[in-house]
């Protein structure tokens, strides 16, 4: 049974930081892409960062190069996003992706108070 268990979420002030995490079981974690998506109320889903499956390559969107990083523990088959100077337009919930085989988690919300 596949499952994407997403932890970390949680309310923060604008300027702070979070680190979320994403626990994958059910499939070969190692030989996979992972991505991070959000979204907000009233807003499509948004690709925020994509991680290779080794962890050498790694892409962000221009709304958050610089603030966030994507990374991976392939020993512990879990997906990293480590988000700072976060801003009240980070507001979504986060969702991780196996985006090949269209696996999602539940999601974590992330609220940024100005």
């Known amino acids: 049974q596949v499952q994407l268990v997403e932890s970390g979420g949680g309310l923060v002030h604008s300027g702070g930081s979070l680190r979320l995490s994403c626990v994958a079981s059910?499939?070969?974690?190692?030989?996979?892409?992972m991505s991070w998506y959000r979204q907000a109320p009233g807003k499509e889903r948004e690709l925020v960062a994509s991680?290779?499956?080794?962890?050498?390559?790694?892409n962000y969107a221009d709304s958050v190069k610089g603030r966030f990083t994507i990374s991976r523990d392939n020993a512990k088959a879990t997906v990293y996003l480590q988000m700072n100077s976060l801003k009240p337009e980070d507001t979504a919930v986060y969702h991780c992706r196996n985006p090949y085989k269209d696996y999602w988690g539940q999601g974590t919300q992330v609220t940024v108070a100005s």
């Open positions: 991680i290779s499956a080794r962890g050498r390559v790694t």
């Open positions: 059910g499939f070969t974690f190692s030989t996979y892409l």
